[in-house]
């Protein structure tokens, strides 16, 4: 999407969205919370399915996080998101590039207690999240900056990874 005012076009979805800071970074508003729980192992009873809008300004970022839950990323406007995740035990990480554009995927899920950040390519990107079971904010984790895993990627990777770190 390449039009004039797309920051102001951003400004007005956060409005027009009511969409609220998010603790990871971007803004974003729970749009559906399933009323049938379902039981998650270690986790008690969640709702089935949870989704937000999630929308990420240009220069905001979706900070190293991992939730327990599977959770699917849908492009919806803007921009192209770039996706980053990295495995539980830090060998695999991977950029995906979500847009309705050549090249990009509209969609990309996630799998429980993978690392993930995110940035808009552009002005913004807005997406929406579907978690299953459930989103709930005691599941979320921050990728901690003195994890010792971080200190043994190679140089190439670091400058992918610390950027995206909470402050």
Request: glycine content about 6%.
């Amino acid at each position: 999407m390449k039009t004039e005012g797309l920051q102001d076009k951003a400004d007005h979805l956060i409005l027009r969205l009511a969409l609220s800071p998010h603790p990871e970074g971007g803004h974003f508003r729970e749009i559906y919370r399933s009323p049938i729980p379902v039981p998650y192992p270690g986790m008690g009873l969640r709702p089935g399915v949870t989704i937000i809008y999630y929308l990420l300004k240009k220069g905001e970022r979706s900070a190293w996080h991992r939730i327990r839950s599977e959770e699917v990323w849908q492009f919806v406007l803007g921009d192209p998101l770039e996706l980053l995740t990295v495995s539980p035990d830090f060998r695999t990480i991977r950029t995906h590039t979500l847009a309705l554009e050549d090249g990009a995927d509209p969609s990309f899920p996630v799998a429980p207690a993978t690392w993930q950040a995110a940035r808009s390519l552009g002005s913004f990107s807005l997406v929406m999240c579907t978690v299953c079971p459930g989103f709930d904010f005691k599941d979320l984790e921050f990728l901690d900056p003195s994890h010792p895993a971080l200190f043994s990627l190679p140089d190439n990777e670091k400058r992918l990874v610390f950027p995206f770190l909470k402050n």
